[in-house]
């Protein structure tokens, strides 16, 4: 069955360190590969979209690497501030527009 | 503009009611969801409409309705709901193409319970 897994369900870090959030998938064949922002009671915000032939996308203090290899992505948050907590969401998107999310990963990051 | 609407922010209901939950872009994008999202879940995928046509439906309960009017709009209509389908409602779309057309965007939600 199709699986998608984000490594665990809550990370905490202290600010200025690097977050780490790790995204795996199973009998999936994704088109793209996303990362979505969501704090609690609101919708998700959407952060960085990677394609299937793209090893790695970077905006400002984010970078998206996607290996489809070993069928992983990372999502990195260099020099992370407390305004970076929330939960962040991995989603994979087919070619037919179908779109599932992982489990999610609630980060905090400590001042 | 590049927001997603829904209306209502919130909805009570009892089981027995009719009701309908909106959302609306103007963004030009022909893929539309919703989604439903526990406390502490991802979102489920309920429904997909792709150039106004579903195309996807997650066996989901008849007592959900969804509507597509034209491509700018989705509906979601309900009825017989029960207490456990109390849930946040979240519709997105999302356009195919390239750049910052791909970029895919959620409405606030509609927080729903059922009494």
């Known amino acids: 069955s199709q699986k998608i897994e984000q490594n665990s369900e809550a990370l905490n870090i202290q600010e200025g360190k690097t977050a780490t959030l790790t995204c795996n998938y199973t009998?999936?064949?994704?088109?793209?590969l996303q990362w979505y922002r969501q704090d609690p009671g609101r919708g998700p915000v959407f952060l960085l979209l990677i394609r299937e032939n793209e090893k790695e996308k970077r905006k400002e203090r984010l970078k998206v690497t996607f290996d489809t290899t070993l069928k992983q992505s990372l999502f990195h948050i260099t020099a992370s501030q407390p305004a970076d907590s929330a939960t962040y969401l991995c989603?994979?998107?087919?070619?037919?527009?179908?779109?599932?999310f992982g489990a999610g990963t609630r980060l905090t990051v400590k001042p | 503009d590049t927001e997603v609407t829904q209306t209502p922010k919130h909805l009570v209901m009892g089981m027995t009611n009719k009701k309908s939950l909106k959302c609306e872009q103007h963004m030009g994008h022909r893929a539309m969801y919703w989604y439903k999202q526990k406390a502490k879940k991802p979102p489920e995928l309920m429904f997909v409409y792709s150039y106004e046509k579903l195309s996807i439906n997650e066996s989901v309960p008849s007592r959900f309705s969804p509507e597509c009017p034209n491509s700018s709009l989705l509906n979601l209509h309900l009825h017989a709901l029960q207490p456990e389908d109390s849930a946040l409602y979240l519709c997105?779309?999302?356009?195919?193409?390239?750049?910052?057309?791909?970029?895919?965007?959620f409405g606030p939600g509609t927080r729903l319970l059922v009494l």
């Open positions: 997105a779309s999302r356009s195919r193409g390239q750049g910052p057309q791909e970029t895919q965007y």
């Open positions: 989603a994979l998107v087919s070619n037919n527009n179908d779109m599932r």
């Open positions: 009998n999936y064949s994704p088109a793209y």
